[in-house]
């Protein structure tokens, strides 16, 4: 018996597609032209988004090794990892090395390379990418340059921030040596522009990774003038997509006498949390409850695994699991585990990372939006 979908009210076909994997509507689109101008359609694929928010995330991990290519593969289903695939990458570079993710939202992965801080926005389970025109500041000596990504929950427009630091440490004292610099690109526009924040006291350390909430864009500051050691102390700076302004948050306790590096940001459910990273041993879970609220900040666990010596967390799973980097005793490899904070279980990914790579890795879902420039 065959079936005939032509014959199918508009409304329920619309729901049952809707519920399909992305690989399984890009075959779907051959089917006919009017299948086609539906999947296509920004109602479809608004709709398509709405209705498979809460599948599993997958985790994109990308490889830089020094002098070869950036390799990068996408691992289906934080939980489980049963599958994995490899991807290529969009030329946003003439030798695609060392090439960083900025941000991911709504299936969209905003990359970047390290040396000309070209940006492109790539969807993975599309094969596609816009490369977006490039900043207008040049690179300095004494720079140092964070991007972020997101969207303007308001104006739905897709943005992306990119924040220049100029700084020396002398004599222990952080010292800023020219004003920050922030440009903006709206999606909407095509162009980048220039944001003024010249009083603004907060700058952004070098090894750093944002986190994306509610359309505000975060990473680990300092204060100017801060005594490096002893009072160090991060904040948390901000961009909010909404008014296209920096802010500041304030930093959990654990955040004193501490360097960026220590500090990741991740989601933990809809709320703004940091792994801080004791050297060697240990880390722990700070979740702020009530966004904005410095006093809000809660401790939630540790994850301690004696001489096992943990890596950086790396993201938060549907079920509370924590993926993180474990170093092998035994040798200069990394292995991606998975951590389960209520049985303190670890699951070993059979995810293998060189001492000598480069590992950047951000929580993706699929969907079917691209934007055009």
């Known amino acids: 018996m065959t079936l005939d979908y032509h014959h199918l009210p508009a409304e329920l076909l619309t729901e049952i597609l809707t519920r399909l994997p992305v690989k399984t509507l890009l075959i779907c689109t051959s089917v006919s032209k009017s299948w086609y101008s539906l999947i296509t359609s920004p109602l479809f694929i608004t709709a398509h988004q709405l209705n498979n928010r809460n599948n599993p995330a997958s985790l994109l991990l990308l490889r830089d090794e020094l002098n070869k290519k950036t390799q990068c593969s996408l ?25 960083g993710i900025a941000g ?9 390379d390290l ?80 944001i003024n924040v010249s009083d603004y006291p907060y700058v952004i350390g070098r090894c750093n990774h944002s986190v994306l909430l509610n359309g505000v864009v975060h990473w680990a500051g300092y204060n100017q003038k801060c005594k490096v050691g002893s009072g160090f102390h991060p904040f948390i700076v901000s961009f909010d997509m909404r008014n296209d302004t920096l802010g500041v948050v304030m930093a959990p306790p654990c955040a004193q006498n501490s360097r960026d590096w220590c500090l990741r940001f ?38 301690d695994l004696g001489q096992r010596y943990v890596g950086r967390p790396l993201c938060c799973s549907k079920n509370g699991d924590i993926l993180l980097e474990k170093r092998n005793s035994d040798s200069l490899e990394w292995d991606l585990v998975s951590y389960d904070p209520k049985t303190t279980l670890i699951k070993n990914l059979e995810i293998h990372v060189p001492a000598s790579l480069l590992l950047d890795t951000c929580e993706y879902k699929e969907s079917l939006v691209l934007p055009k420039l």
């Open 75 to 99: 691992h289906y289903g934080i939980d489980t990892f049963e599958e994995s695939v490899a991807l290529d990458l969009p030329d946003i570079t003439k030798e695609t090395r060392f090439i």
């Open 104 to 112: 991911t939202c709504n299936g969209l992965v905003c990359l970047y």
């Open 115 to 194: 040396h000309e801080y070209n940006v492109a926005l790539w969807n993975p389970s599309l094969k596609k990418s816009i490369i977006l025109p490039k900043p207008r500041a040049v690179r300095e000596s004494g720079a140092f340059y964070n991007i972020g990504f997101g969207i303007d929950p308001i104006s739905n427009d897709y943005k992306i921030v990119r924040l220049t630091n100029t700084y020396i440490i002398l004599d222990g004292v952080l010292e800023q040596i020219t004003p920050p610099e922030v440009e903006l690109f709206e999606l909407s526009t095509s162009s980048w522009r220039d």
């Open 266 to 303: 991740i989601l933990f459910g809809e709320s703004l949390s940091i792994f801080h990273h004791d050297v060697d041993h240990s880390c722990c879970l700070w979740v702020m409850k009530e966004y904005g609220v410095g006093s809000s900040w809660t401790k939630q666990f540790t994850i």
